[in-house]
């Protein structure tokens, strides 16, 4: 229910961003309108470790109803702004800090109750972004298009407080493991696999956030309506619906890592092989699906290969130092989608080629992602043969076990004997 109208919502700025740059609201640079999704996903993320501070202090549901009640200032003040640099400070800074406020705390509580099925649980609960995201893509573009943008925003919000603040009233908290509540840890930043965790986030946040946020605008490129556009937006989050616990289950069955490393491969090939080609509104459609119940795995994954690398004590520090590094990627990848993108030609309304860099910047991030984790996945079965213990254990003592690079170079082609 969190990730329905945290991440969900979140994806409904496709919606609000393609209807910014189709009747050109703002005389302001573009690069603003992206600024604003970057800061809304972003921002408040570079500070999980402030925010994992917080939590330990006053307690996970203080900090989210906080959130929640940010989430619904956002929507309701960026409803009566006038002026885009007051939208980017309420739809996107305090956008951005409301949603962290909610959603960081939220993503370290389902691995802490679960260790055989832990993949599975968090792609289940990940799924919920993908009906979110269904729900907010159709249901704010329908309002866009009958009264206005304003109102769509002041239903988002009462939508999304409503929500969440129901389930912040059903969270439990495991507390038989005390994690360490420090904002930054001398032996995570020394950690090799933490910063190959840190590289595949960056690389697939950057294609991640480009793809969801212009997929809209790129339907419209093609000749089609606004309503078509939302509906191919939403097949991103059907996709993330109906594929995302099917990603857990084959990461329980195969490994989180060996799963991710495939999955993020087989974007970057379709991003490169089919958004490229796409010229009509089928193929769009099929994109839209394939990519989005695929591309979103890392968000329910993250927590834990994190979990998996440094153990329960280090996890909630290592979450946090990882997600500053996710929320400058997020931050920077709207306005390098804009960048990229291809303006129209003289006389011409539409132009299918402006996505062409766009597609195949998304295709070698993805792909370069998929090589990350490729590497992190040797050096886990190297450190496992290493440790001699159970790799699935949570104890965190593998963390301080380190890895000659020939181990890890050897492994690259092995079949661990643990899940990885």
């Not at 796409?278 to 119940?293: D, E, H, K, P, Q």
């Not at 929320?327 to 390098?336: F, K, N, W």
């Amino acid at each position: 229910m969190i990730a329905f109208s945290t991440w969900g919502a979140n994806s409904g700025f496709a919606i609000y961003l393609a209807y910014y740059l189709e009747t050109k609201l703002f005389t302001d640079s573009v690069e603003l309108y992206a600024l604003i999704g970057g800061c809304a996903v972003g921002l408040g993320v570079i500070f999980s470790p402030v925010i994992t501070y917080l939590c330990g202090v006053f307690g996970i549901r203080t900090v989210m109803t906080i959130g929640a009640f940010l989430q619904l200032a956002t929507n309701l003040c960026a409803s009566w702004l006038v002026n885009l640099w007051q939208i980017v400070l309420s739809q996107g800074v305090l956008g951005g800090f409301s949603l962290a406020l909610v959603a960081m705390p939220a993503m370290t509580i389902t691995p802490q109750w679960f260790k055989k099925r832990r993949t599975l649980a968090s792609g289940i609960g990940g799924a919920g972004s993908g009906a979110g995201g269904i729900v907010y893509n159709l249901a704010m573009s329908k309002i866009v298009e009958e009264f206005s943008y304003r109102w769509a925003l002041r239903a988002q919000g009462i939508m999304c407080f409503v929500t969440v603040c129901i389930a912040i009233s059903l969270i439990r908290v495991r507390t038989a493991v005390k994690p360490e509540l420090r904002l930054f840890d001398a032996q995570v930043a020394r950690n090799f696999g933490a910063w190959l965790v840190i590289l595949w986030i960056i690389l697939a946040m950057f294609g991640y956030v480009v793809l969801m946020y212009n997929l809209a605008d790129f339907t419209k490129s093609l000749g089609y309506s606004s309503h078509q556009a939302s509906v191919v937006a939403a097949m991103v989050s059907l996709g993330a619906l109906v594929f995302r616990p099917c990603v857990g289950i084959c990461s329980d069955m195969f490994g989180v890592t060996t799963v991710n490393m495939v999955v993020h491969f087989v974007v970057g090939v379709f991003a490169l092989a089919m958004w490229i080609p796409c010229r009509n509104y089928a193929t769009a459609l099929i994109f839209g699906l394939v990519v989005g119940g695929l591309m979103g795995s890392l968000w329910f994954s993250v927590g834990v290969i994190v979990a998996r690398i440094g153990g329960l004590r280090k996890f909630n520090v290592f979450f946090s130092m990882v997600w500053v590094f996710l929320g400058m990627a997020c931050m920077a990848s709207p306005v390098i989608g804009i960048r990229l993108k291809s303006e129209l030609p003289a006389g011409l309304l539409v132009d299918p080629d402006q996505y062409r860099n766009v597609a195949i910047f998304v295709g070698c991030c993805y792909i370069g992602s998929a090589l990350s984790l490729w590497v992190l996945r040797a050096w886990i079965i190297a450190r496992d043969e290493l440790s001699g213990a159970e790799s699935e254990s949570d104890n965190g003592n593998e963390f301080f076990i380190r890895v000659p690079a020939r181990n890890t170079i050897r492994r690259l082609f092995a079949k661990g004997s643990k899940l990885v």
